[in-house]
């Protein structure tokens, strides 16, 4: 049996909302064990969305879930559309409508007559509750061995709608006694390519499955499995994810959810160490995402954005000369900028980034993209790393590897300290 998710509205087409509940449903569909290969975003269309109906079931989809286009006004179609191509007439359902109306007189207003298109719904089909809005959506079974569920586009009363009612009623049905996990290695300071050249033998593994994911800098290998258990599934992944360690270990920064921030955070607070940071071409982003884990007021003690030469020489004591000499995008600019604010902050570590994000400023000697990250130890040494980023990235995306490449140089010096 195989799941298809329909997602219903112009909005989606012309990309001014940006489709989030597919993904949702996806994942959701995945945890279950329910496998699922297409999916498809229609318009308000009555022929059309037939169209996306009939070539479902050509594909022999028997789970088919729709999203969208179940509100009260004249283009929310999907009801009524559906019923129209299983040839069943709507009725209304007299306790949807006794619920929008609660819902209303919640917030002391009268039910709008076009609400009532709410409660049509097709001969047979089961309401699924809408705890949050006033669209409820569908279970209906209008063949044998096919089951149709609708939701709203709205995410969050999708959401719940499906945590609290079609996940009880697809296990019910016996979905879900087997699931899929998975695990996310992430990996940053080598490519797809070269990470799977060292590993190349994980990629025919029939189970766990290794699947590699790229995207601005950062590589993924995630590692799923269908089980019965969380723990069957862990006797399967760990095994995994030890082999890749040990061969690209020096590489892979975090799982899951972790982030290069998150890792080094927890880092300095094992050893009970402090940062702090000085940037030039970032803007305050590093700083941004050093603050953006939870408790990082326990080792991060602040930064200075020294985007102007004279902050440079005023608050973190860079010598003008080396500046008039080397320019601020340089080597010994970098390291002064971070011994600066490490003294300035009194912290163990401190992290600096300087550089050309562009578009414009570039020169044949010192091309966009070239970025100098300065770090100072808590022993008394400062290094530096020079990074040359391509300069056909964007200025955003120059600036978040910036930060990336200076997290991850003090996450290694901290794995070695």
Not at 36 to 44: F, N
Not at 263 to 292: D, M, P, W
Not at 354 to 363: H, L, M, V
Not at 371 to 386: C, D, F, M, Q
Request: overall charge negative; charged content about 20%.
């Amino acid at each position: 049996m195989t799941a298809e998710i329909i997602c219903v509205g112009t909005e989606l087409l012309l990309g001014d909302i940006l489709n989030r509940n597919a993904q949702f449903l996806a994942q959701e569909l995945a945890q279950l064990g329910i496998p699922h290969y297409y999916q498809t975003v229609v318009g308000d269309n009555v022929e059309r969305l037939k169209k996306a109906i009939a070539t479902a079931l050509d594909r022999q989809s028997e789970i088919i879930l729709f999203t969208g286009g179940l509100g009260p006004t004249p283009d929310d179609l999907t009801c009524e559309t559906i019923a129209s191509f299983f040839e069943t007439h709507l009725v209304e359902r007299p306790e949807v409508i006794a619920d929008i109306e609660a819902k209303y007189a919640q917030r002391g207003r009268t039910m709008n007559p076009s609400n009532r298109k709410q409660a049509l719904t097709p001969e047979g089909a089961m309401i699924l509750p809408n705890p949050s809005g006033t669209a409820p959506g569908i279970i209906w079974h209008p063949r044998p061995h096919l089951t149709l569920m609708t939701f709203p586009g709205v995410p969050s009363e999708m959401h719940r709608m499906w945590k609290e009612t079609a996940v009880p009623y697809l296990k019910q049905q016996g979905w879900g006694e087997t699931m899929i996990y998975s695990r996310t290695l992430k990996f940053w300071g080598i490519g797809e390519s070269a990470l799977v050249e060292k590993i190349p033998e994980v990629f025919e593994y029939k189970n766990p499955t290794v699947a590699p994911y790229a995207g601005k800098g950062l590589v993924k290998l995630r590692i799923s499995t269908c089980a019965a258990s969380e723990l069957e599934a862990q006797g399967l992944i760990n095994p995994v994810e030890d082999h890749i360690r040990a061969i690209a270990g020096e590489y892979c920064f975090g799982v899951d959810d972790q982030t290069l921030a998150d890792v080094v955070g927890k880092l300095l607070l094992e050893s009970g160490q402090t940062l702090a940071v000085a940037e030039s071409c970032t803007g305050g982003g590093l700083g941004a995402a050093i603050t953006a884990v939870q408790g990082s007021s326990a080792y991060f003690r602040g930064g200075v954005i020294a985007y102007d030469n004279q902050v440079k020489i005023g608050l973190l004591g860079v010598n003008p000369d080396d500046l008039e000499a080397y320019g601020a995008v340089s080597d010994r600019i970098a390291e002064q900028m971070a011994t600066g604010i490490q003294q300035k902050l009194n912290t163990d570590w401190a992290l600096s980034i300087t550089g050309i994000a562009g578009p414009g400023g570039g020169t044949t000697e010192k091309p966009v993209g070239l970025v100098y990250i300065g770090l100072a130890s808590p022993n008394g040494e400062v290094t530096h790393y020079r990074q040359q980023l391509a300069s056909i990235l964007d200025r955003s995306t120059l600036r978040d590897f910036s930060q990336s490449w200076a997290l991850d140089r003090l996450r290694q010096h901290l794995h070695k300290s």
